[in-house]
């Protein structure tokens, strides 16, 4: 029973356009939300990360939307490059080292 | 500074033999972990280490032990393989105590158990 929840599992985007991942959780302890991009052959490694005080991280083209209420947050690459092509995973910890990772998203950005 | 280096890359045993996957890391981190990564369910934590000579279970450690006898070393082993084991473990390893600090993956060991 996967903790956190991820959609969609793949997704295509045109170059230039706007790729969106969505993350969902029910535990409310989780206090650090990574995401994870993963290129085919090797393994994970982070891209951008958010802690619930905060509503939104930006870092270049990549940007992380959080919504405690809801117990959402999202990933958002803005001008999708055929470089983005990979997977990305949602994650979650609660002070501690065990991360729950949502079960990934493949994202393919034609040119 | 090789950082987080797994060995072998690839693997194939055959149902009830034993082998060690070997991970290791140069950056002098305390936190050490691996993870098994199955299509449509994301990575899963087996076992963690915190520091030489303390491990723990994470969330799918049947089957698997470990052991932690230096900082840099971190082997998982597969005491009698079985289908179930196909995958692709992935070590990781932190910095410090800090939850927040950025794990680092290696590049994966890709095992298949006939």
Redesign the interface.
Same mark, same amino acid.
């Given at each position: 029973q996967q903790q956190v929840k991820q959609s969609p599992q793949s997704l295509i985007v045109q170059k230039g356009g706007i790729s969106i991942i969505n993350c969902a959780y029910e535990n409310t302890a989780f206090d650090y939300f990574p995401w994870y991009q993963q290129f085919p052959g090797k393994g994970p490694a982070l891209l951008i990360a958010i802690r619930p005080d905060v509503s939104e991280k930006k870092e270049g083209r990549f940007t992380i939307s959080f919504n405690k209420s809801a117990k959402q947050f999202s990933l958002h690459i803005m001008d999708s490059q055929p470089g983005d092509s990979a997977t990305y995973f949602c994650a979650a910890n609660i002070n501690d080292y065990k991360l729950s990772f949502g079960a990934g998203t493949t994202v393919t950005v034609r040119a | 500074n090789a950082g &987080?280096t797994q060995t072998p890359k690839f693997q194939v045993l055959k149902t009830g033999q034993s082998m060690t996957l070997q991970c290791a890391q140069d950056m002098n981190h305390e936190?050490m +972990?691996w993870?098994r990564q199955d299509p #449509?369910?994301? @990575?899963? @934590?087996i076992h963690?280490s &915190?520091g030489a000579g303390i491990t723990d279970q #994470?969330?799918v450690p049947n089957g698997y032990n470990v052991s932690r006898s230096t900082t840099e070393d971190f082997p998982l082993r597969l005491l009698s393989a079985a289908p179930s084991q196909t995958s692709v473990y =992935?070590c990781?390893s +932190?910095d410090s105590r800090d939850? @927040?600090d950025?794990?680092? =993956?290696?590049?994966?060991t890709r095992l298949t158990v006939l």
């Open positions: - | &987080v936190y +972990s993870y #449509g369910m994301g @990575l899963r @934590l963690y &915190v #994470g969330e =992935f990781a +932190s939850h @927040l950025t794990q680092y =993956f290696g590049p994966g």
